[in-house]
């Protein structure tokens, strides 16, 4: 079982600035895909980006730029540390990883949301 536990989420003014972390426990051999997604209200789950255990990082158009996502190998923790944030990057942030496990297969586990609020 692997559990997975953000923080970070809050309220802040437009062109202001976040740190979300997310850790992640359990029993698992080691973590392949680190990413972070977000749902708006009314709108799909989509992705904000996403870090490879071998370092290769993907974000989407509209946060390039101004999102870095990081981790802390050591500490099963990544963060997505988010600058110039404007009113349309209001949504429930969400991590996800794609673990190894100790059986061999591979599979994802979602982290339970956090809320950012950017006001205008």
């Known amino acids: 079982h692997v559990q997975l536990v953000e923080s970070g989420g809050g309220l802040v003014q437009g062109g202001g600035s976040l740190r979300l972390s997310c850790v992640a426990s359990g029993s698992f051999v080691s973590i392949n895909v680190m990413g972070w997604y977000r749902q708006a209200p009314g709108k799909q789950r989509q992705l904000v980006a996403t870090?490879?255990?071998?370092?290769?990082?993907n974000y989407s158009d509209s946060v390039k730029g101004r999102f870095t996502i990081s981790r802390d190998g050591a500490k099963y923790t990544m963060y997505l540390q988010m600058n110039s944030l404007k009113p349309d990057d209001t949504a429930v942030y969400y991590c996800?990883?794609?673990?190894?496990?100790?059986?061999?297969?591979?599979?994802?586990?979602w982290g339970q949301g956090t809320q950012v609020t950017v006001s205008s």
């Open positions: 996800k990883v794609v673990v190894l496990l100790p059986t061999g297969f591979s599979r994802d586990y």
């Open positions: 870090l490879t255990s071998r370092g290769t990082t």
